[in-house]
């Protein structure tokens, strides 16, 4: 059964770091990339990063360029978002997904983890 569990969330001042992580069940995790997703009030899920199956490649949408790093332990079946410089319109809840598929294509979800960054 294909389960996802984010962690790491938590409240932060603007300027602030925070590192998530996303524990997958999946036998094809190291076989498969990842991708962190983040919905804000009121708005749409969106594409933060991604990261191929070896941790080789990575993508960030152009918002979080230069300030959030994807990465992953294929031997732990996790991957991680270290997000620094966090800005009050970072506030969310992140998802973590297996594959780069846009947010409206994925069935299921994690419970997710709530970042809040504070002025």
């Known amino acids: 059964q294909v389960q996802l569990v984010e962690s790491g969330g938590g409240l932060v001042k603007a300027g602030g770091s925070l590192r998530l992580s996303c524990a997958a069940s999946r036998r094809t995790f190291s076989r498969t990339a990842m991708a962190w997703f983040r919905q804000a009030p009121g708005k749409e899920r969106e594409f933060v990063a991604g990261?191929?199956?070896?941790?080789?490649?990575?993508h960030y949408a152009d918002f979080v360029k230069g300030r959030f790093a994807v990465s992953r332990d294929n031997a732990k079946s996790t991957v991680y978002l270290q997000m620094n410089s966090l800005k009050p319109e970072d506030t969310a809840v992140y998802y973590c997904n297996f594959g780069l598929g846009a947010p409206e294509t994925y069935a299921y979800w994690g419970q997710g983890a709530q970042v809040t960054v504070s002025s």
């Open positions: 990261i191929g199956y070896s941790g080789d490649v990575t």
